[in-house]
């Protein structure tokens, strides 16, 4: 048995002529890939990105605020009870009197928390319909266009600035069916010409803020009134681009103008732009109270810009906005100089 084991021996391996060589296998295709039709960058069109959301969790500080809500409200609702019955047991007339004047004050409140909640939802449709649009725009989406455009046409059936409009787009909207070319026809007619009215909101606010901010007695009131007015304009801007911005609307416009501006990175603005645009050693020969004024327009009129661009229902291409610069030339150009030498 130990004669027919196999001996151990060494084999040396030899590497195969070039020759010899297998040819190298070819790439398999990969297929089902599929490409977006290519977007003009003059015709693109980016919405900024939405905010992070935050972790979901509890929050403890919105169940503290509607408990005292709550609360506050059924002490109101105990006392208004109380009083009537007071005035019930002392007259009975004085008693209808006060109920009546209790039934008309909860009216008004529920006319007020609907109005509330309607220029919500108002405000949240218009930000559906700038998604459509955009996404239409950018990807030639013929579906996202049709249902901004119906929504668009919703929108504005009631104002009366917008009937002929209307009629001009039910002529030609059914020999479009591109949805960027549908989505520039709905433009020009419903959108694009008013922009003119928002260029004189700001511009005007800009410089209401320019004067008057420079006679103010106190910095206080500078911000105070700084913020009064661009509220204002804001609501101003919603109304004209067909927003009906309430109360609570107007602060979260507010809010989202404040974040676009940051996305953006619109909010700071030197002095080298300043003087760049107004003109080079302009704000030196001016009174340092009219250049804080100055500073204080030109802040209004770069709110005013995001707040248009947060109110527009359709998202305006980047070549075709109105630029700061042109703001801040016509703000100084309209405030008095210094003429002494």
């Not at 030609?172 to 549908?182: A, F, H």
Request: include cysteine.
């Amino acid at each position: 048995m130990n004669d027919k084991q196999r001996q151990p021996k060494a084999f040396v391996i030899e590497k195969p002529d070039a020759e010899e060589e297998a040819p190298p296998r070819k790439p398999r295709a990969i297929t089902g890939i599929t490409f977006e039709p290519e977007v003009d960058e003059g015709e693109l069109i980016v919405m900024p990105p939405a905010p992070l959301a935050r972790p979901r969790r509890f929050r403890w500080g919105a169940l503290l605020m509607g408990a005292l809500f709550l609360l506050v409200s059924m002490w109101a609702g105990l006392a208004v009870t109380q009083l009537v019955e007071d005035y019930f047991a002392r007259s009975p007339v004085l008693g209808w009197v006060a109920l009546g004047i209790a039934g008309v004050a909860g009216l008004a409140a529920l006319v007020i928390i609907a109005r509330e909640v309607w220029a919500l939802a108002r405000l949240r449709r218009i930000e559906h319909i700038q998604l459509d649009a955009a996404h239409a725009i950018n990807a030639d989406d013929a579906a996202a266009a049709k249902r901004a455009t119906e929504q668009l046409k919703s929108l504005y059936a009631g104002r009366p600035d917008a009937q002929l409009g209307l009629k001009e787009l039910k002529q030609y909207e059914n020999d479009i069916l591109d949805g960027r070319d549908r989505m520039k026809l709905v433009e020009r007619h419903l959108v694009s010409w008013r922009d003119g009215e928002a260029h004189r909101i700001i511009a005007h606010a800009a410089r209401r803020i320019t004067l008057l901010t420079t006679v103010a007695p106190t910095p206080a009131l500078d911000i105070l009134f700084v913020a009064a007015q661009n509220l204002r304009m804001i609501r101003e801007l919603a109304t004209l681009y067909g927003g009906r911005p309430s109360t609570l609307a107007t602060f979260r416009l507010a809010r989202l103008v404040v974040s676009h501006l940051a996305l953006t990175g619109g909010i700071a603005l030197s002095d080298n732009l300043i003087q760049h645009v107004v003109g080079k050693g302009l704000l030196g020969r001016l009174s340092a109270r009219f250049g804080e004024g100055t500073v204080n327009g030109i802040l209004t009129a770069r709110v005013g810009l995001a707040a248009r661009d947060v109110c527009r229902p359709v998202p305006q291409e980047a070549s075709a906005k109105e630029t700061l610069g042109s703001l801040m030339k016509e703000l100084v150009s309209s405030a008095p100089g210094d003429k002494t030498e």
